[in-house]
């Protein structure tokens, strides 16, 4: 619904370190303190913590938050359209790997966005996160729709793969055309 893009966020941390950029992206990871942020299992305080150790940031809450927020650019247009246009027709929901910090700030930043959703599912929030299993099983139990009547779309290959194993028809999106052809072949639009 937006675009992304974590290299924003090193490079505004670069301000807060000595280390070169080379080492910041050699150093970032989607790793297991970024996967227990984005489940909800730790907050933010203590995952700006782990950043701050691994980067070597001088930086306060705050200032780590600001490049946490920077990786948000544009909302894709086009997509939030497709979803309008089919919001009377068919249920539409939104999952996505999230953390309270960024949540806070695409709700207020993508207001257009976040209202072509019936509901949105956040990972924190669910304590479970794509790709996994049980995060598409948990949707389709609260929504009370079968995962193989469902018609996922996300931008990741992996995510993607996860949804087709729990049995989900799933489109990886590459471009925006792709969300526009899927629900053209579903008879949506």
Request: net charge negative.
């Amino acid at each position: 619904m937006f675009e992304i893009d974590f290299e924003r966020a090193l490079q505004t941390w670069s301000d807060w370190t000595s280390l070169p950029i080379e080492e910041i992206y050699h150093r970032f990871e989607m790793d297991e303190a970024y996967e227990q942020h984005e489940r909800g299992e730790i907050g933010a305080s203590e995952y700006f913590a782990h950043l701050r150790n691994v980067l070597e940031l001088d930086a306060n809450d705050s200032e780590i938050a600001l490049g946490w927020n920077a990786i948000y650019l544009e909302e894709i247009t086009e997509t939030v359209n497709y979803i309008l246009a089919v919001k009377e027709k068919l249920p539409c929901f939104a999952f996505t790997n999230s953390n309270p910090t960024h949540q806070a700030y695409w709700t207020v930043a993508y207001p257009r966005a976040v209202e072509s959703f019936h509901q949105i599912f956040v990972s924190s929030e669910l304590g479970l996160r794509k790709p996994d299993r049980e995060a598409f099983e948990a949707i389709s139990d609260t929504t009370g729709i079968c995962l193989d009547k469902m018609l996922f779309f996300d931008d990741t290959e992996e995510n993607v793969n996860g949804a087709r194993a729990a049995g989900m028809q799933a489109i990886h999106v590459t471009a925006h055309s792709d969300v526009k052809n899927a629900l053209a072949d579903i008879g949506a639009l």
